[in-house]
């Protein structure tokens, strides 16, 4: 996991992109370069009375620029988020990150990038970093540099080679199916919504099965029931499933066992069947959460 800073980040751009659903730009110091895509940073409140912070996943990252992009949507009065979607350019809010493990990409495999609701935006950057080749990978994508299974990260001047091909699915509770033009940029992209007014009416897996998609491989983020679906979809159909769980946090940095989900294995830290979502997560190998 990368190191982490605590830092005063400034608001460079801020705009709405449909009902409740905020696009957030903010300049950072340290944070930027050090981010993968699917980590997150803690947002904290400029009230002192709101000792938490709130976690948002990174929707982008521009390691030139110093910047990072928030996608989030407003939770409601009085929970921080309605506080940020107020803030204009040149604020100043404290952030910590980046936190938790990012997506590790297996090279060569033909991917489902899948998204759900505020699960959607982490994906963006998981679309571009594939097609510019700065993620993590499982294994060599370059032989002569690396050494078959180790972990690698790509270059992050963002002149690697293309990761894998993909197909990318997202599910959108109606018509504001936000982000949905950039995706477009990154590879094809099909849409599922509740309500049927974009694309296949119904969910993420309906509409892969609509328009006859295969894949290698899953990568997903958005609500525990999309999430469970998709595992047992890639167990029916023998694919690899990663996921990004979306859970309450409170501390963000593993030392409060607020947001704990079982597993498989026993945990290091509390030496049970437990994982931290935002320490260890919030990507796991579906194959190692109970969901």
Request: with cysteine; net charge negative; proline share 3%.
């Amino acid at each position: 996991m990368a190191e982490k800073f605590e830092e005063i980040a400034v608001v460079v751009d801020q705009n709405a992109l449909g009902s409740g659903i905020y696009d957030l730009t903010l300049k950072t110091k340290n944070i930027a370069k050090a981010a993968k895509a699917g980590q997150f940073v803690s947002v904290y409140s400029n009230d002192r009375s709101k000792l938490l912070p709130r976690p948002i996943s990174l929707c982008g990252i521009d390691r030139d620029e110093d910047t990072i992009r928030l996608v989030y949507r407003v939770t409601g009065e009085n929970t921080g988020t309605e506080e940020f979607s107020k803030l204009v350019m040149g604020d100043r809010i404290r952030i910590l990150g980046p936190l938790g493990n990012g997506f590790t990409v297996e090279p060569g495999k033909k991917a489902f990038l899948i998204g759900g609701g505020i699960g959607v935006p982490p994906m963006l950057q998981l679309a571009k970093d594939i097609n510019s080749g700065v993620v993590q990978t499982t294994g060599a994508v370059d032989t002569n540099t690396q050494e078959k299974g180790q972990t690698e990260e790509k270059q992050i001047n963002g002149h690697g080679k293309k990761i894998c091909d993909m197909n990318i699915i997202m599910g959108y509770r109606d018509e504001n199916t936000f982000l949905l033009d950039e995706f477009k940029e990154q590879a094809d992209s099909f849409v599922a919504t509740e309500d049927g007014s974009v694309g296949t009416k119904g969910n993420v897996i309906d509409a892969i099965k609509e328009n006859g998609l295969e894949a290698d491989v899953v990568y997903a983020c958005g609500p525990m029931p999309m999430l469970r679906a998709l595992k047992a979809y890639a167990m029916e159909h023998d694919m690899e499933c990663y996921v990004s769980m979306e859970e309450r946090m409170a501390c963000g940095i593993g030392a409060c066992l607020a947001c704990v989900c079982k597993t498989k294995d026993k945990d290091a830290h509390s030496n049970v069947n437990n994982k931290r979502i935002c320490k260890e997560g919030p990507v796991f190998n579906a194959k190692e959460v109970e969901l």
